[in-house]
């Protein structure tokens, strides 16, 4: 009676290894991929053990989070005469298969997982399957496809009185997974201080609890660090406020940009005050990321490096934005240069201005590149512009109709950015119109004179005719 319970599990033992027999064997897996770059072939490798008879091999790439499973690959065992018709049901013989996709090159759309489905006969009846899959996921990456540094509320003034916050924006668009993106200055890595939120550009200057650094350990031009000392020591002469005088013309020769309805007046320099505000240690940079995924699964990178300006120190600074990522072999970089605008070129259309033209006076370039851009603003020399306003802001001036009381009249240009103000001056000539008899144009430059004779020798003929 003891000996039964031992009898019952042998026999329940070999009843289990025989329908295992019966049922076959059968392992999958799909070997493991590191992260591919887009573009490139990838094949992907199931792998299968097993002893019985195949029935199929099914591929599947699965989206919306396991809902849709789309079959990308099929293999029917029962149209196909490659395997025996012999079957040796005592004879176990475990047979290791392999079966490949290939994807020529990979699209980040391509990026999710895949599923390898193997099925093959039960031992025991043709009628029933069995069933085992593997999985893997395949992660796409594709490197950034455009880089750019531009200026924050840009154009923007120049501050003579006043510190102004100055904030640096890279862009950097199309990377998977989202790069790593950094700042140097002159070629120098910039050590920021990490912000979550920038400051208003109104706020005052950004300060740090760092230790005091100054600037000469760094490679600055001595000509540049003088003159930014000098203009500290000298910041006022004889009361009035110290202006540098250039040394020559920064106006190219006038034949070449001047027209010749205007006459080549000297540019004139704002002077570049910088008051006790401006101190000569190296700034506190403060750094803000903010990321913004695409439909595509890529990521939109900004990085906003912000500082208190310097025109002394920051006028001809080099900035770069680099980025890292796993899908390139060396960093991608942006330049800017800040400078501030000197020389601008006047252009004036027509070439030879008549009574009642429309001329248009505009700033064509710059005998420098100018970083961030500037803001232009037109005032007339001594009065007011020809539709009566003080100023009018903007990179073209349009005078409409001009009469011949503007002959001789002189338009300041000033252009400025962050980094300094530069005044420009021309004159306009108008000639006389032939079209226009002298002295019938009105204030606009139309010939209305006429027609108000006309109009009165019409009336005096009427009060004759009713006096009669």
Known sequence: MRAAPSLRRAACL?????????????????????????????????????DGRMREIVWYR????????????????MFSTNYSHMENYRKREDLVYQSTVRLPEVRISDNGPYECHVGIYDRATREKVVLASGNIFLN????PTSIEVVAADSPAPFSRYQAQNFTLVCIVSGGKPAPMVYFKRDGELIDAVPLSEL?????????????????????????????????????????????????RSLTQDPSLFVQPTTENIPETVVSREFPRWVHSAEPVYFLRHSRTPGSDGTVEVRALLTWTLNPQIDNEALFSCE????????????????????????????????????????????????????????????????????????????????PAELNGSMYRCTAQNPLGSTDTHTRLIVFENPNIP???????????????????????????????
């Not at 699965?62 to 065992?77: E, L, P, R, S």
């Not at 796409?140 to 490197?143: F, G, I, S």
């Not at 005091?212 to 009361?239: I, N, W």
């Open 199 to 247: 400051p208003a550009a109104s706020s005052g200057p950004l300060q740090d609890s760092r230790p005091f650094r100054s600037l000469l350990h760094r490679d600055v031009d001595d000509t540049k660090m003088q003159k930014s000392l000098s203009l500290l020591d000298t910041e006022y002469r004889a009361g009035r406020p110290y202006t540098e005088r250039p040394s």
């Open 14 to 50: 070999l009843l289990a290894a025989i329908l295992d027999l019966a049922r076959g064997y059968l392992t999958v897996n799909i070997e493991p991929l590191p992260p591919v770059v887009a573009g490139d072939a990838v094949t992907l490798k199931c792998n299968f053990k097993t």
């Open 323 to 402: 980025v890292k990522h796993p899908a390139l072999s060396m960093p991608m970089q942006a330049e800017v240069t800040l400078v501030a605008p000197k020389g601008p070129k006047i252009v004036m259309t027509p070439s030879r201005a008549r009574v009642g033209d429309t001329v248009r006076i505009l700033v064509h370039g710059f005998q420098n590149e100018v970083f961030p851009e500037p803001m232009f603003t037109w005032t007339r020399v001594g009065s007011r512009l020809l539709d009566g306003s003080a100023e009018f802001d903007g990179k073209e001036l349009v005078l409409e109709r001009v």
């Open 62 to 77: 699965v989206t919306d989070g396991g809902t849709i499973k789309q079959k990308i690959f099929t293999f029917d065992a």
């Open 140 to 143: 796409v990456m594709a490197p």
């Open 438 to 468: 002298r002295g019938t144009e009105d204030s606009r430059g139309s010939a209305s004179g006429l027609t108000g004779v006309r109009l009165t020798l019409v009336l005096a003929l009427t009060v004759v005719l009713e006096l009669t």
